[in-house]
């Protein structure tokens, strides 16, 4: 099992600045990609960023690329999401995930991902 905990949302103005992080604890060493995935009211839960564990190759999806960045830090088993130039199109609640090597998937889709944090409110005001 892999235990993953978000922190680092909030209220913040467009054109602002967040940083996300997300801990993962467990069974690490059986990770391999991290994303982040976020779920507006009355929408699906949709891709926003990916990276490999081990290599360090990062996706984005259409509507963050240029503004935000994943990164990670494996020593200490973080997954960061640096969010800038925030618009009010990107206020949901951000999901870290992770997918283990038994799965090995598409990185933009959620199924998958086996973990899930429990989720961080981000809210961008016009």
């Known amino acids: 099992q892999v235990q993953l905990v978000e922190s680092g949302g909030g209220l913040v103005q467009a054109g602002g600045s967040l940083r996300l992080s997300c801990a993962a604890s467990?069974?690490?060493?059986?990770?391999?990609?991290m994303g982040w995935f976020r779920r507006s009211p009355g929408k699906e839960r949709e891709f926003v960023a990916a990276i490999w564990w081990n290599g360090g190759s990062t996706y984005y999806a259409d509507s963050v690329k240029g503004r935000f960045t994943i990164s990670r830090d494996n020593a200490k088993n973080w997954v960061y999401l640096q969010m800038n130039s925030l618009k009010p199109e990107d206020t949901a609640v951000y999901y870290c995930?992770?997918?283990?090597?038994?799965?090995?998937?598409?990185?933009?889709?959620?199924?998958?991902?086996?973990?899930w944090g429990q989720g961080t409110q981000v809210t961008v005001s016009s």
């Open positions: 995930a992770a997918q283990s090597i038994g799965s090995r998937g598409q990185l933009t889709t959620t199924r998958w991902y086996d973990y």
């Open positions: 467990g069974r690490t060493f059986n990770i391999y990609a």
